[in-house]
């Protein structure tokens, strides 16, 4: 398979094809190849805010929609201080009053599982412009 092929087999995936298959079993890969070929590509950026962050997940896993780490949608608080609330999972930017805001890069995997609720937030209203 080209990069392209893949590429495209991983979109299908992430809209549901395979039925709940492994991304590696999708791809008619061993759970040896997936790691090869993951290993031969550019490094992915896995901390850009640097918020010294392990564990953030593969950049396969958001493909193809947005992602605070590795996609992140242009929106009006994308340079603000950005901060891991482990408590509830989730990034949050920070308003020049000290409010945190729930970082719309997020909604999006949310949804797709089923939890648009986690980004509702009260707050001064700083996001919404
Ligand atoms: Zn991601
Ligand atoms: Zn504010
Ligand atoms: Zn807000």
């Given at each position: 398979m080209t990069d392209d092929e893949i590429d495209d087999r991983v979109d299908e995936w992430h809209n549901g094809a395979g039925l709940g298959m492994d991304l590696h079993e999708y791809l008619g890969w061993t759970w040896e190849q997936y790691q090869e070929w993951l290993e031969g590509?550019?490094?992915?950026?896995?901390?850009p805010n640097d918020?010294?962050?392990?564990?953030?997940?593969?950049p396969m896993l958001c493909h193809g929609r947005a992602c605070v780490m590795h996609n992140p949608l242009s929106h009006s608080m994308r340079d603000w201080p950005v901060v891991w609330r482990g408590r509830y999972e989730g990034f949050e930017r920070i308003c020049e009053h000290g409010v945190g805001h729930k970082d719309p890069s997020q909604f999006a995997y949310w949804q797709e599982i089923g939890e648009e609720w986690r980004g509702m937030h009260s707050c001064d209203g700083c996001c919404a412009e």
């Open positions: 590509r550019p490094k992915p950026i896995t901390d918020l010294g962050l392990t564990d953030v997940h593969d």
